[in-house]
């Protein structure tokens, strides 16, 4: 349910996209929102619903860093 | 038959306000279930599950699946044929969207610790105003609260003292003491409440929450 997680858009397919979490883990989603590569989106369930302003994705993207939010 | 249970008129506004500081609904950040809710509210009196149910299917891309479980939820678990306050915060104040929250956080890659300040900080709590200038506020366990947030449009002056709901490092209302207990008792009957206060032990500073920056477009900053 959290949807505040931004994720990085890698590789745009066909009918798929190809995102990269703040771990480095990459999944293939749906979507539902023109993207471009690099932009940062958010995602439920495997879909992508938004895309997310990139000041905002490196300013959460940082905080997780400094609290060490990561595994 | 659930959804001919209905929602009272408290029951709603209570969980509109949940809804409203909630980042997670989809297509910018609650605006959906606030402006559904909202309307739901101002029509008055009870209102049918089903009215609440097909909120998440309204002018939607993609149906929130979450808040759909939260709906189904409070519908589906009730003995009573109603949905009042108590219910609201027993679900959010309680160990059922305590489990979901820490799935989700761990699914999504982070620290256990930090898991567990991302779920005391979903969770519906009781708090008293500190220093109202700074919005800061202390728990029933002594622990401080930093970075609180208004929703956006409240007007409400809270002074030091005033015992109010926190949901998402929001102050989303103020409580009568009585409430107060009732909802201690529902956070402390949580074991992954009581985990999250032991990793949290003094403070709680919300704007160290990767949701923080998200909040604050929500309070309107």
Same mark, same amino acid.
């Given at each position: 349910m959290c949807l505040t997680l931004p994720k990085k858009v890698i590789e745009i397919k066909e009918n798929s996209v190809i995102v990269e979490n703040h771990i480095g883990a990459r999944q293939e989603l749906k979507t539902i929102v023109d993207l471009s590569i690099g932009d940062f989106v958010v995602s439920q369930r495997g879909i992508i619903?938004?895309?997310?302003?990139?000041?905002?994705a490196e300013e959460i993207l940082n905080i997780l860093q400094k609290q060490g939010g990561a595994i | 038959m659930i959804d001919k249970k209905v929602i009272t008129p408290a029951g709603l506004e209570l969980l509109l306000k949940i809804m409203q500081t909630c980042p997670a609904t989809p297509l910018n950040g609650g605006e959906h279930a606030k402006k559904h809710l909202q309307k739901l509210c101002k029509k008055g009196g009870n209102i049918f599950g089903c009215e609440l149910r097909a909120v998440v299917d309204k002018e939607l891309l993609c149906r929130c699946e979450g808040e759909m479980d939260v709906y189904s939820h409070l519908l589906e678990n009730t003995q009573k044929n109603f949905v009042d306050e108590q219910e609201i915060m027993e679900y959010? &104040? &309680?160990?059922?969207h305590a489990e979901k929250i820490l799935e989700n956080a761990q699914r999504d890659g982070l620290h256990p610790s930090y898991s567990l300040k991302v779920v005391y900080g979903h969770l519906l709590v009781p708090v008293i105003i500190n220093d109202s200038e700074e919005k800061t506020a202390v728990d029933s366990n002594g622990t401080t609260i930093e970075h609180l947030l208004t929703i956006n449009g409240d007007k409400t002056l809270y002074a030091q003292g005033d015992i109010v709901l926190m949901h998402y490092g929001f102050i989303i209302g103020m409580i009568s003491g009585a409430k107060m207990d009732i909802l201690q008792a529902i956070n402390q009957k949580s074991f992954l409440y009581n985990d999250a206060v032991g990793v949290i032990k003094e403070k709680m500073d919300f704007a160290t929450m990767h949701y923080y920056p998200r909040s604050l477009k929500m309070a309107g900053k």
């Open positions: 619903i938004e895309t997310m302003d990139r000041g905002q | 959010f &104040g &309680g160990n059922v």
